[in-house]
Nanobody, 115 residues
Framework: QVQLVESGGGVVQPGGSLNLSCTST????????MGWYRQAPGKQRESVAQ???????NYADSVKGRFTISRDGAKIAAYLQMKGLEPEDTAVYYC?????????WGQGTQVTVSS
């Protein structure tokens, strides 16, 4: 079964850090870009960070300088290092990998930033 699995979410105080991981099982279509998205309650899903197969990265303005995306080039796996977390970062975080004819999504991992 083709699957992306996120892990690493949790509850953290403002200013804290979390590291998210996205691993995979199964046989995927060819993957180039991988990304992290998030969806807060009552809001649309939004892009957080993207990384291409060449290692080029792109970040949402709201997380620049605080979040770092990376990937394992030998596997379909991506990571999101999050520092300086703010209450506004509270959301379900999803891993995404566009294939040739479909986009793969994980089930999401909850990140809650609260004092």
């Amino acid at each position: 079964q083709v699957q992306l699995v996120e892990s690493g979410g949790g509850v953290v105080q403002p200013g804290g850090s979390l590291n998210l991981s996205c691993t995979s099982t199964g046989t995927f279509q060819r993957i180039n870009t991988m990304g992290w998205y998030r969806q807060a309650p009552g809001k649309q899903r939004e892009s957080v960070a993207q990384i291409t197969g060449a290692g080029d990265t792109n970040y949402a303005d709201s997380v620049k300088g605080r979040f770092t995306i990376s990937r394992d080039g030998a596997k379909i796996a991506a990571y999101l290092q999050m520092k300086g977390l703010e209450p506004e970062d509270t959301a379900v975080y999803y891993c995404s990998a566009p294939g040739r004819s479909r986009t793969y999504w994980g089930q999401g991992t909850q990140v809650t930033v609260s004092s």
